[in-house]
């Protein structure tokens, strides 16, 4: 996505805004400090984030308590309703958030196509932040479903690896088609208030021949 578009958008402008005030304010946890850090990756049921904090150029690390960190309300749910917002039906949303907020300059949200993951200094991954497999994958396009040409390569290969053929969003039906189910699709992604329907793969050959030729090719 578009970082200038993004950071002149009054919803996102706002929740740095909020952020800021949280980090810096009177009774902030940054106080004293020059930027707060922090990385949320978002996957189908669950979300890793980790952060820092920079003080004459030295990192600060992300302590284990909530003394230092934001709201629930103020950094997830406003980035849980961004992320909605920024669906686009076949196209998908975002993975990866990243805020930067100062004491006296607008903040700034990144968000990338993938996962931004780091390693702990003994190279091992975070507790709970292992790259994602084809499981986790596969719901985050149920929940904001792409077509097979949108789904990044890097993407179909871990669905190959494992075997397991994906949802797919299908533009004639407004859909998401998966284990031969199909439930609707809104500007925020999968209506799941409704009841899935079954479908017949023989019935439609277009669809399914191209997630069989994404998949093993041919």
Known sequence: MDALRIN?????????????????????????????????????????????????????Y??????????TQNLD??????????????????????????????????????????????????????????ATWAQQLLRYPR???NIPSWMWDIFRAEDVTPPIYNPEFNSVDWKNRRRPVTDSGTDFTVEPTLIDPSLEPGVFAKIGKKLFGG
């Open 8 to 60: 002149f958008d009054p919803f996102v402008v706002t929740g740095l805004q909020r952020l800021a005030s949280e980090a810096f304010g009177p009774e902030g946890f940054a106080r004293g400090l020059d930027e707060v850090v922090h990385v949320l990756v978002h996957y189908g049921t669950r979300t890793f984030g980790y952060g820092h904090k920079i003080s004459e150029n030295k990192i600060i």
């Open 77 to 134: 749910h406003w980035l849980d309703e961004y992320r909605n917002r920024s669906y686009v039906s076949g196209f998908g949303t975002w993975t990866t958030a990243e805020i930067h907020v100062f004491p006296n300059k607008a903040g700034r949200l990144d968000v990338f196509d993938e996962e931004h993951l780091e390693r702990m200094s003994n190279g091992r991954w975070h507790p709970g932040g292992k790259p994602a497999g084809a």
């Open 62 to 71: 992300k302590s284990q308590g909530f003394e230092d960190d934001f709201s």
């Open 147 to 149: 077509t097979a040409d």
